[in-house]
């Protein structure tokens, strides 16, 4: 990439500086004002400033001009960004750069970094910037670029800043500035040329090392760069971004119609904000968070995804959904659930387009709402409309639907049966093995590869015969849906609690157990202040090791762990 030549000077150039006893000071400081204080105090040492000198004359043997810039090692992230807090210095001449270094290192120490430390919770202990000593660039026209559009968070599009002579303008707000928005392609999408009245100059010797002078009016209104200088930045942000895996902010330079990069940093705005360009996903966990608290390991994961797209593969065919349908949607059952952050949700656009292909869908849509607490309407476009189709593609959807009915129906009535069937096969799988009669393996003593075939054998023994929770669910959600039609159609129930209240007192729920059980275990534990010490404080080896003392909690924590 088109960078200046330039050389770095880190913190740990001061730090050799100082005698013994301001480093004790420095390493037990914890005020800002205590470190500002070292810091004007101290003069580099002479092994820093003769690497320093040496340094400067391969730069700029011909005692070029020199940018000081700040680069801290936690400015620039991809959460934080102390941009425009530490101070950088433009035009220095190599005499001067040993003082604006130190300048450089103060601002580290300044009011505006630690009200932003403390407002994202860094902690008020300075962490020094590098310095950036780095050749001038004697820009004709200047600014910054994004490799993706930070307001709107499209990463198509690129957007480029331009004004006239140094980019210090536009950064400083002394001057507007041009704006293009790019497309992949190049294309230039939108150009807003502003009028600038007024640019940055260099002016060697003064504090700022720039001067305002003003711009000929006859070129204010005119673009500072022509189509092919404002792609070639756009190129220039978007191979930035490519170098550093994610899209930068990058501060650029023109000189003699060369393209120079100065500084590069992440977008950290982007970090919020969704492209609106990309496939829109909506995740949610209302009602999976049941099943799934708290934090989700991948294997866990790994099997949970694997379940439900087994189950809700079985689920389409017990519905009699023609496996051409099935085929054309093959994607959306790897896909029912994700694992975010730790988390487990819904793939809410999927299970709909799931429910889809089910019969009676815009009847049944409020009720997988309801049930899996769906709380917002989908936005507009989240899924497309169905596509028009003959008369007899919409025939031959009735006979589906009649069928689907049929079976739905004959499933309601066999519900019991099903129910008892299930119940005996898992009894089965879990209390006597994979097989009538077999004991269940002491998995601790079994190898890898045995382990594998047990879990393949209970997952063919289950898995692929999970149709009575399926249906049940199903209808338990039709159902549900139903009542609370009818409790506000006759009952006037307008805040929609009646169904919940009429159903609460329902005692023998499954999913309620572990909770359960857990609370008897609190219970038993209370009974001995040394175990609940344990409980709360010893490592697990600590707490298995009391057991053999606390027999009734001993069993009733192997009863909890062989059921679940």
Known sequence: ??????????????????????????????????????????????????????????LCPAGEPLAVRSSASDEDGSEHSFAGQLDSFLFVAPEDVPAKVTAVWLSGCGERIMAYRLEKGLGTKP?????????????????????????????????????????????????????????????????????????HAPAPGTAEGIVIVAVPVERATRPALDDSQVRAVADLVRQTGRHFCRPQDIEWAMEGGRLYLLQSRPITSLAGIADPDGVLNIWDNSNIAESYNGITTPLT???????YEEVYRQFCKLMRVPKVLMEQNESIFPRMLGLIRGRVYYNLLNWYRLLSMLPGYQANRPFMEQMMGVK????????????????????RDRLRFVGSMLALVRKHFTMNAQVRAFYHRLKIALDGGVAAGKRRPDLSGLRADQLTAYYRELEQQLLTRWDAPLVNDFLAMIFYGVLGKLTRKWCGDEAGTLQNDLLCGEGGMISAEPAQRVRALAREAVKSERLVQALCEDSQEAIEALLPEHLDFARQYRDYLDRF
């Open 376 to 395: 917002e309407k989908l936005p507009a476009g989240a899924l497309p409309e169905p596509a028009p189709v003959s008369w007899w593609q919409r025939f």
């Open 127 to 199: 962490r020094l910037p590098s310095v950036l000593i780095q050749r001038m660039v004697l820009a004709d026209v200047a600014g910054v670029a994004f490799g993706a559009d930070p307001v709107s968070g499209r990463r198509s599009v690129a957007v480029v800043s331009a004004v006239y002579g140094l980019g210090s303008a536009l950064v400083s707000g002394d001057a507007d500035a041009d704006t293009w928005k790019i497309a992949q392609d190049g294309t230039i999408l939108e150009a807003k040329i502003a009028s600038k009245s007024t640019a």
């Open 301 to 307: 994961f790994s099997f949970a995804r694997m379940a």
């Open 1 to 58: 990439m088109p960078i200046p030549p330039w050389f770095v000077l880190t913190p740990a150039a001061l730090v050799a500086s100082l005698n013994a006893e301001q480093r004790r000071t420095w390493e037990s400081a914890a005020d800002p004002a205590t470190f500002a204080q070292l810091i004007r105090q101290v003069r580099l040492a002479p092994d820093v400033l003769r690497q320093l000198r040496e340094a400067l004359a391969d």
